[in-house]
């Protein structure tokens, strides 16, 4: 940041700029999320393909997963601007990217390939690259690294999901 300064792009004392600043990195972020989100989507027919399967008859909260998801991609939003006004770092939001494609890849590689196995092994490498992030990004900011925790919790939890759906839809 003070390489920023000196340049003389900021103007630290006045603040104005820097928030400035703060606030477009936020809605790059939060572009970037919602853009990878949409571009990752499977179609229509796709996602009819994945409803019409059978699931477990212990998942009776089916219908808050949508909710659950939505709650997991703000932790996943906030954990990045954290990170990214703690280090204004270009590897870190690289890091989140990957996250965020292999999260997003889950449901259009199932549906698109309609391999529920394919779905599973992305699930649990989305889950392994969550933990690593939350380790690394620990040392940028505690908050940041805590908001990814229930992302690591649910995931496995999705991650079973797919593999009992895969087992009844064989």
């Known amino acids: ?3 920023f300064a000196a340049a003389g ?3 630290l004392q006045a603040g104005v700029p820097l928030i400035l600043f703060a606030v477009l990195a936020a809605l790059v972020i939060l572009l ?3 853009a990878v989100a949409w571009g990752l989507n499977p179609s ?6 994945f409803m019409r399967l059978r699931r477990p008859r212990w998942l009776v909260f089916e219908g808050l997963i949508p909710v659950i998801w939505l709650l997991i991609y703000a932790c996943f939003y906030i ?3 954290l990170t990214w006004q703690a280090s204004w770092s270009g590897l870190w939001m ?3 990217l990957v996250q965020l494609v292999l999260v997003q890849s889950y449901t259009l590689v199932i549906c698109r390939s309609r391999s529920l196995g394919r779905g599973t092994v992305i699930g649990f490498a989305g889950w392994v690259w969550g933990i690593a992030l939350t380790l690394a990004v620990a040392s940028e900011s505690l908050l940041a690294a805590a908001l990814l925790l229930p992302y690591l919790l649910w995931s496995p939890v999705g991650t ?3 593999w009992q759906m895969r087992q009844l839809n064989r």
């Open 9 to 11: 792009a900021l103007n």
């Open 1 to 3: 940041m003070a390489w």
């Open 79 to 81: 954990s990045a601007w």
């Open 94 to 96: 690289a890091a989140f």
């Open 160 to 162: 079973w999901v797919t």
């Open 44 to 49: 229509r027919q796709d996602f009819a393909w």
């Open 32 to 34: 970037v999320i919602v």
